[in-house]
């Protein structure tokens, strides 16, 4: 007979519900950024007789572009941290099952691990890199 996955009981339902309304705040955030991204981009008629000024709006807006689909990568990844924490499995780790720590969750609320294995995976990649 299978079981279910065990759930982290030690956050408490305040601080999960405090981590929903922080990420749901961001997401919030993000999502009005790329709307007004959209309207500012299909509003524009920008004539621009001069070719620089028109190169200079295009680099302006492909970063723009490059700011937003970062923005999209990460409102994939609150909505993860959300599912997370619907599955009662936020602030665990996924690699080694212990706790993240508060401060961590704190500054990077989308992460699902904690220092030691976040430090451990980046050692890999330097080293994979070199």
């Not at 909505?79 to 936020?90: C, H, L, P």
Request: hydrophobic share 30%.
């Amino acid at each position: 007979m299978a079981t279910k996955p065990e759930k982290l009981q030690t956050m408490k339902p305040e601080k999960r519900q405090f981590y929903r309304y922080l990420l749901t705040q961001k997401m919030n955030e993000l999502l009005d950024e790329a709307e007004k991204t959209v309207s500012d981009m299909t509003t524009g008629k920008e004539n621009f007789p001069d070719p620089n000024d028109r190169a200079t709006l295009e680099s302006d807006r492909n970063f723009e572009l490059r700011i937003r689909d970062r923005e999209r990568r990460l409102l994939v990844k609150i909505e993860e941290a959300i599912k997370r924490i619907d599955d009662g499995v936020f602030g665990k780790c996924e690699v080694c099952s212990g706790p993240i720590s508060e401060k961590r969750l704190m500054a990077r609320p989308v992460t699902t691990l904690c220092i030691d294995c976040k430090t451990k995976q980046e050692k890999i990649e330097r080293l994979k890199g070199e």
